[in-house]
């Protein structure tokens, strides 16, 4: 394992459709957070785990985003009834919670909703 | 509220040339980092600075964090086609260390070969 990994690069899917996205961190890293990026904007924080915790959500992230990190490993970002406005690319980055000034971020996963 | 703004947004160069990206806030930060995007691909961590007044070098990259620590700056030297991309810089949100970031806008670079 050399970086973070998401799956699916790109989904593209119908206006009130259910996607999830799966994030795998780096192994030996505790902390994982979710960011959206919109087209020529910087990522903004959406939310983060340490470990299975999840510490703290943004207000970005309405009651149709749920995240999860079970046993602390992989994490799932699920949105519901998918909106346009949801189109986005979603950023997932993992850090060491001790020293962990730098994150490392995945290939990201594009969103596009028709 | 913390901000960083990122100026210029756009930059369109030919290769060979210099330019300077920058970083600033009203607000101070205990470190800054720089990272580099291509399309469709995640940010990828080129330096963290932490020390007001720090200056880093990375081949023909060079980044100063200023003295007080609210501004930063990428120079590049004799930009390449390869060195075209969204250049950003992110700072720890708040006091708390949680290591959230914020990030500025972006500065989209160009390098024309």
């Known amino acids: 394992d050399t970086g973070v990994s998401q799956d699916p690069r790109h989904k593209i899917t119908k206006r009130g459709q259910n996607v999830t996205f799966r994030c795998d961190p780096i192994?030996?890293?505790?902390?994982l957070y979710w960011y959206r990026q919109t087209l020529g904007q910087g990522p903004e924080f959406l939310t983060y785990?340490?470990?299975?915790?999840?510490?703290?959500k943004s207000r970005l992230l309405s009651d149709r985003f749920s995240a999860e990190r079970p046993k602390g490993s992989f994490s799932t970002l699920e949105i519901q009834r998918t909106e346009q406005g949801d189109s986005a690319m979603y950023l997932c980055?993992?850090?060491?919670?001790?020293?962990?000034?730098?994150?490392?971020f995945g290939q990201g996963t594009r969103l596009t909703v028709v | 509220t913390q901000l960083l703004e990122q100026s210029p947004q756009f930059l369109s160069i030919q290769e060979g040339e210099n330019l300077t990206v920058y970083c600033n806030s009203s607000?101070?930060?205990?470190?800054l980092q720089w990272y580099r995007q291509e399309p469709g691909e995640g940010p990828v961590l080129l330096v963290t600075?932490?020390?007001?007044?720090e200056v880093k070098k990375l081949k023909r990259l060079t980044f100063q964090f200023g003295d007080a620590r609210k501004d930063s700056s990428l120079h590049i030297t004799a930009a390449q086609p390869g060195d075209t991309g969204l250049y950003l810089c992110?700072?720890?949100?708040?006091?708390?260390?949680?290591?959230?970031?914020?990030f500025g806008q972006g500065t989209t670079l160009q390098v024309k070969p």
């Open positions: 192994s030996e890293h505790n902390r």
């Open positions: 785990f340490q470990n299975e915790a999840q510490l703290e």
């Open positions: 980055a993992s850090s060491l919670a001790l020293g962990g000034l730098e994150a490392f």
């Open positions: 607000s101070v930060f205990s470190s």
């Open positions: 992110a700072g720890p949100h708040g006091s708390s260390n949680t290591g959230k970031l914020i």
């Open positions: 600075v932490v020390t007001g007044g």
